[in-house]
Every structure is written in C-alpha cells, then in structure tokens.
C-alpha cells in the first residue's frame, strides 16, 4: 500500500536525523494517513479514502468532499479521486 495521500498526494519526504553530536543519518518523514470514509452528498454514499490528516481538515473547511473534488487539481488525485471526481460530475449534470 503506498504511503500517499488521495487527495493532495502528499507522500513521504527526506532529512536527517542529527544526534546531540551533530551526527547526521538518513531518515524518512511520513504522512500522517487515515482510512476515512467521507459522505458524498451528490452520489447518496460513503467513499472511503486514504487521505492526510490536513486533507481531512481542509474538507471539512471547503464544505464536504463534493466541494473539495470540484475545486482539486486532477495531477494532484490518485486515480480512485479522479473516478469519484468523474462520477461527481455526472451526477451534477444529470440533476441540472
């Protein structure tokens, strides 16, 4: 399972770990994922997702995951987001 986020495809970074002797190793800083299962109102069901914990708040803060796949960049989804994002749009164009 890939260690990156969904929704902003935020993944693993690189630095160093320093002792008190100023030794320097390799290290890996990982994401902080979640298995989430967010409500889609527009589909009428769950979708569940792996995503950060800062994805999280920032789909609660743009109003829901319908609103946060309307207003996402497609490089930054995995392909299961740009599917839910795809059927998000028909859906929408059939209710209009």
């Not at 990982?30 to 994805?55: F, H």
């Not at 996402?72 to 859906?91: H, P, Q, T």
């Amino acid at each position: 399972m890939s260690r990156v986020c969904e929704l902003t495809g935020k993944g693993p970074m690189t630095g160093n770990n320093v002792s008190h002797a100023k030794n320097r190793t390799r290290r890996r800083f990982l994401p902080n994922l979640n298995d989430v299962t967010l409500q889609s109102e527009l589909l009428g069901r769950g979708v569940k997702l792996r995503i950060s914990a800062s994805a999280l708040r920032t789909v609660d803060h743009r109003g829901g995951l319908d609103a946060f796949l309307a207003k996402a960049k497609d490089a930054d989804l995995s392909a299961n987001a740009l599917k839910i994002k795809k059927e998000l749009a028909k859906a929408q164009a059939a209710q209009a």
